[in-house]
């Protein structure tokens, strides 16, 4: 089913498998070809692989089927901004912002705003998404490095790097946790669009495992919270599971 393929493909590019995801994902959108989210994640495959007008006519495509999703302005934005075309990344970043306060925008912006020379109001930016998303490791590396332009002696660039080792580890307890998700799901009989679609449907399937208890219920509730887009509270809960398996 076109759900089976795009999961599969959103598992496989997770896990940084660009040319099988973007295969998959094609297959997904062969059989839906008017799912903006097959679109949508379709082109972050392809952006990943290096296929940009790919990645691009696919967003602009999406954007037709649901204009006002802020995370397809976003990714149509990270394109823009790879591109050089700084004026068309900072009005697609911007928009975004109209609709949602998304990290991801947040911080798009805050980059274009810095290539055009505009660092102070690229600072605001990105402390702003900070607030929004306290763990984003990109966030604030860029925090980082806008505040060493400023003052290289700022006491501040200290505990953001010691914030951003402390990040490291969560996320790779969060990828770790998520792999073994994937394959508590498939040793279960578990279709992955369960888990990531339909939280309660996996947490019951994965609970017929003896042994499994509690940490399926985590294990559901990182994918139920990486599904509705609340990255930072999954990865605590994924490292609340950092020793459990």
């Not at 580890?169 to 990531?196: M, N, P, T, Y």
């Not at 990255?231 to 599971?241: C, E, K, M, P, V």
């Amino acid at each position: 089913s076109a759900a089976a393929y795009e999961i599969r493909g959103r598992i496989a590019l997770a896990r940084g498998e660009k040319a099988r995801a973007l295969e998959l994902l094609e297959k997904a959108l062969s059989v839906r070809p008017d799912s903006p989210m097959i679109l949508f994640h379709l082109a972050r495959a392809a952006f990943q692989k290096g296929a940009t007008a790919r990645a691009f006519g696919a967003l602009q495509k999406a954007q037709e089927l649901q204009p006002l999703d802020p995370r397809i302005h976003v990714a149509l934005g990270d394109i823009h901004l790879q591109r050089g075309e700084l004026s068309a990344a900072e009005l697609a970043f911007g928009y975004a912002l109209t609709q949602a306060a998304s990290p991801r925008a947040l911080l798009g912006l805050g980059r274009t705003l810095e290539l055009q020379g505009e660092v102070a109001r690229a600072e605001r930016m990105y402390r702003k998404a900070l607030s929004l998303a306290p763990m984003e490791i990109e966030v604030l590396e860029r925090l980082v490095q806008v505040i060493e332009r400023r003052d290289p002696e700022d006491r501040e660039i200290r505990s953001l790097r010691e914030r951003i080792a402390g990040v490291s580890k969560a996320s790779a307890d969060f990828d770790r946790i998520v792999r073994q998700f994937s394959k508590l799901a498939d040793a279960h009989g578990q279709r992955c669009e369960d888990a990531r679609g339909n939280p309660s449907k996996a947490l019951e399937g994965l609970q017929k495992n003896p042994g499994v208890g509690k940490a399926a219920t985590t294990l559901a509730r990182v994918a139920a919270l990486e599904h509705s887009g609340e990255t930072r509270r999954a990865r605590q809960a994924a490292a609340s599971l950092a020793t459990a398996f």
